[in-house]
């Protein structure tokens, strides 16, 4: 077999592997290494196998992850989900769906110090679900606005997998941050839109709660002043550039835990645990990315990632077609695995067809269908894949946060839960739609910043 067929052969039975639920990592080891061997024989993936986890491992860039993560585990341990919670209730629950829209006002909150969908799915869940439940809110629109709400912590900065996108593609990690926050609040007005226009259309489903006094709304408000606080210090920090990425989350991780420590939530058990969760959680990240390293390796020398941007490029498809055609590909493929490991596996091959497509790497924007330079493209196509690969959360057969919110209310038939996503899951294309049509959303804070 030509070279060609052996690395098409290599992503057949890749996409078996992952198809039977072998873990993804374990699946892009052998795929990669075997066909690497096929190709070039077994010395050859000794010899990468010896200097590639050392090289790949010890990049400064990925220290930032380990952090981040850690920052999640311990202000999950905090309380803070709570305070969002009750704060977001106190101003929105007196109108009607006004608890689900404090719990996705919370969900926003929460991942902006998380970073993680699923541990904000799986918080908040414990947090607003019995309040939901306590209002008398519909199964469908309780448990679908939880799960909805959970995506919202992959985007809004800081976010472990836009991290692993912006090295993927060699882009700038505070411009990625930029430009993901203006995307991530329309995320949450589309939200709360759709909680409103659902509680019109199905009367009932979102009673009004009670109007809060306003002492109340005094201290809710002043007890989420440590989340400002961090998010400030964080990502402000990272805007205007007093400090890159990976001192930025170790500063994060510091005043979260010094906020847990001042309200005496961070015991050794739950520090134990925490520093347990990240590591787990950091050697799953490396692991992945040391297989998907091994497979672009195998696929470069198979010439599949060069073949596949050929022939997008000779189809005779419009740019924007071919754009929608790639994004509709990341919606299906997030039914079937997680959001990191798709990034990890899919933007090698569909990032090259879109260079291709602008015109090359250093194309300018006078050459660019899109009207973006290769660099612009890169921030922009990221933002997209993102809020796509996030519907893969939501989305049937797999949807993780759809089955942790199950977990948690087992009252609830899983089907009722998907059923109340899918308003969401409309919301989230109208956003795609409109940064698909109107680009220069992604592009406002790194301007405005100089990013």
């Given at each position: ?30 795929v ?15 010899s ?13 860039d ?7 993560v850690l ?33 996705i006002?919370?969900?926003a ?6 970073g ?21 809110y ?16 992959i ?21 990625m ?35 809060a ?38 500063v ?22 925490a ?19 091994l497979l ?26 071919t ?17 990191l ?48 690969v ?62």
């Amino acid at each position: 077999m030509d070279s060609l067929t052996i690395g098409l052969t290599g992503l057949v039975v890749l996409v078996a592997l992952i198809a039977i639920r072998i873990p993804i990592a374990y699946a892009m080891l052998v795929v990669g290494g075997v066909g690497t061997a096929l190709l070039n024989g077994w010395p050859i993936v000794l010899s990468q196998l010896k200097d590639l986890a050392y090289a790949q491992f010890s990049t400064y860039d990925l220290s930032v992850v380990p952090l981040f993560v850690l920052m999640g585990a311990i202000a999950s341990r905090t309380g803070l989900s709570a305070d969002l919670f009750r704060a977001a209730n106190a101003w929105l629950g007196w109108m009607r769906g006004g608890v689900a829209m404090a719990a996705i006002a919370a969900c926003a909150g929460f991942g902006a110090v998380c970073g993680s969908s699923l541990a904000t799915a799986s918080t908040m869940g414990r947090v607003a679900l019995p309040e939901l439940k306590r209002y008398r809110y519909s199964n469908r629109l309780a448990t679908g606005t939880i799960a909805a709400g959970g995506v919202l912590g992959i985007l809004i900065p800081p976010s472990v997998v836009l991290i692993i996108y912006a090295i993927i593609v060699e882009a700038n990690v505070v411009t990625m941050f930029m430009a993901a926050l203006l995307p991530g609040v329309i995320a949450v007005v589309f939200f709360i839109l759709t909680i409103l226009a659902y509680t019109t259309l199905v009367p009932g489903s979102g009673p009004a709660g009670t109007r809060a006094e306003r002492s109340e709304l005094i201290a809710s408000t002043l007890n989420i002043f440590p989340v400002l606080v961090v998010f400030i210090a964080v990502i402000g920090g990272l805007y205007f550039g007093l400090f890159n990425p990976t001192p930025a989350a170790a500063v994060g991780v510091v005043m979260v835990a010094l906020i847990a420590v001042l309200r005496r939530k961070l015991t050794l058990v739950e520090t134990r645990e925490a520093l347990l969760e990240t590591a787990r959680t950091t050697g799953m990240v490396f692991l992945i990315l040391l297989g998907a390293e091994l497979l672009k390796i195998f696929m470069a020398r198979g010439g599949v990632p060069q073949a596949m941007a050929e022939m997008m490029a000779n189809s005779g498809l419009a740019p924007m077609t071919t754009l929608i055609v790639l994004l509709a590909a990341l919606i299906l493929l997030g039914c079937l695995m997680d959001s990191l490991s798709m990034i990890l596996l899919v933007i090698p091959f569909f990032w090259p067809v879109l260079v291709e497509i602008n015109g090359g790497d250093y194309a300018a924007a006078a050459q660019s269908p899109f009207g973006l330079t290769t660099e612009e493209l890169k921030i922009w196509f990221g933002i997209l894949a993102l809020i796509v690969v996030e519907l893969g959360l939501i989305t049937p057969p797999v949807g993780m946060n759809v089955f942790i919110i199950s977990a948690q209310a087992q009252d609830v038939p899983m089907r009722d839960t998907f059923i109340g996503v899918m308003p969401f899951f409309v919301a989230e294309l109208i956003r795609v739609a409109l940064l698909l049509a109107v680009p220069g959303i992604v592009f406002v804070l790194p301007r405005l910043l100089g990013g």
